[in-house]
């Protein structure tokens, strides 16, 4: 059964992930010869790196005296929310990124607040180049998030020396990703992924608007991929397409764009269609996420994939508390708590992404650029999501585990003072 886990490093997920996930489990579970203890391990370890980033985040709210109001409900937010409690549960790497970029949102936020401080303290400039290292290679979409912020950063900041630890972090992330190339045995694998959006355009003109394709058009989308494939089209999800393009063994990028473009023009409307339907859960507060259940059937009988409740090989389900799991699956796959006005806003990633658009206004009126500049890196963030495959809830985990800070910044703004 260990075949299971002796899977080839790729970077279909983060190396570093996968190989620590994969040492902590494989080892211990050769020890007690049992997998879920080797999984159990990995769950603990990772739920005390998630709680250490919220007490984190805690005692930084209690630093700037915000109300206790607001402290006591993220405390509870933070112990009690199934949103929290179903992904401190999951291995994906997701959750320790969410929580590490928690981290760091608040010391970026730090730093702004109180520039000098930063600048005289090694140690708070060390912990943000290792911090914001880690968050880089734990999500490979981060770093297109982290160069326009750092460009932010830099200029708000109106101090040369803080392109030190800027600029550290640069050097070491290429340094890994050389390593990790030159250095270290990693299957590079290809997903199209970062065609998503086009090639779920192409699919729906394909499907919606078949007339308006032009012979030679025809011939070059089946030089990437086939009939079956594009009629597999699901508009909330492009697994199904981007998974099966054969596009390194073509003419590459280019010939691919010249023809996405060439429909395109014909077919703008559609175009624009795919885009919002294929994302639609990112900023549409009242969207039933439920993409995996029109691509995945076997797996998802059910009315919506909001989470993956289950336990894949080579792990087992093995509840100790039976009626607790049953809840946090019908949150799972039904769509019951998106009938409950108000209560499921707090479930819904749309409805965090208007909080977050409100307290960037907010702050915007009220002239608190640090505020301002520090959540502009979960913007970021979110618009790569927006060229992604899918709208999933651990993409935008970020969202639900900074919750607590944006709400007390948009309720007790005024404690957070720069201190010049």
């Known amino acids: 059964p260990y075949i299971y886990m002796r899977k080839l490093v790729s970077t279909w997920q983060p190396p570093i992930h996968t190989a620590i996930l994969g040492f902590i489990i494989i080892n211990v579970s050769n020890i007690f010869h049992e997998f879920n203890i080797g999984i159990a391990v990995f769950i603990f370890l990772q739920m005390l790196i998630i709680a250490g980033c919220f007490t984190y985040c805690l005692f930084f709210l209690r630093k700037y005296n915000t109300k206790k109001i607001i402290n006591i409900i993220s405390l509870l937010y933070y112990a009690i929310f199934p949103v929290i409690v179903m992904f401190a549960l999951c291995s994906t790497k997701d959750t320790i990124f969410s929580a590490l970029m928690l981290i760091n949102i608040i010391m970026i936020l730090e730093a702004l607040l109180d520039k000098k401080a930063f600048l005289n303290s090694k140690w708070k400039q060390i912990k943000f180049v290792v911090i914001t290292l880690l968050v880089l290679i734990l999500r490979n979409n981060a770093i297109y998030a982290y160069i326009p912020f750092f460009i932010i950063f830099i200029i708000i900041f109106k101090n040369k020396k803080v392109l030190i630890p800027v600029v550290s972090v640069i050097i070491m992330y290429i340094v890994y990703l050389v390593v990790l190339n030159t250095g270290w045995t990693v299957h590079k694998l290809f997903y199209a992924e970062e065609l998503s959006v086009p090639l779920q355009q192409i699919a729906r003109v394909y499907n919606y608007n078949y007339e308006s394709l032009s012979q030679e058009e025809l011939e070059m989308i089946y030089e990437y991929t086939d009939d079956e494939t594009l009629k597999k089209y699901v508009p909330e999800c492009a697994d199904d397409i981007k998974e099966k393009v054969n596009l390194k063994e073509n003419l590459g990028y280019t010939k691919f764009l010249k023809l996405w473009a060439s429909i395109g023009i014909k077919n703008i409307g559609i175009y624009i269609d795919s885009f919002l339907e294929n994302t639609i859960g990112f900023w549409y507060p009242s969207t039933i996420i439920d993409g995996y259940v029109k691509t995945i059937p076997e797996w998802y009988t059910t009315e919506t994939s909001y989470f993956m409740a289950h336990c894949e090989l080579p792990g087992r389900f093995d509840s100790k508390i039976p009626w607790l799991k049953d809840i946090y699956f019908n949150i799972s796959r039904e769509t019951d708590i998106n009938k409950i006005p108000v209560i499921s806003m707090l479930f819904s990633p749309g409805a965090m ?68």
Do not use: H, Q
């Open 353 to 420: 992404v208007w909080l977050l658009f409100i307290c960037i206004g907010y702050s915007v009126y009220k002239k608190r650029k640090e505020i301002t500049v520090t959540l502009s890196l979960i913007v970021l963030l979110w618009l790569t999501l927006l060229l992604g495959p899918m709208v999933l809830v651990r993409y935008v985990l970020i969202l639900f585990f900074g919750f607590p800070l944006v709400f007390a910044l948009i309720l007790n703004g005024d404690k957070f003072k720069t201190n010049k």
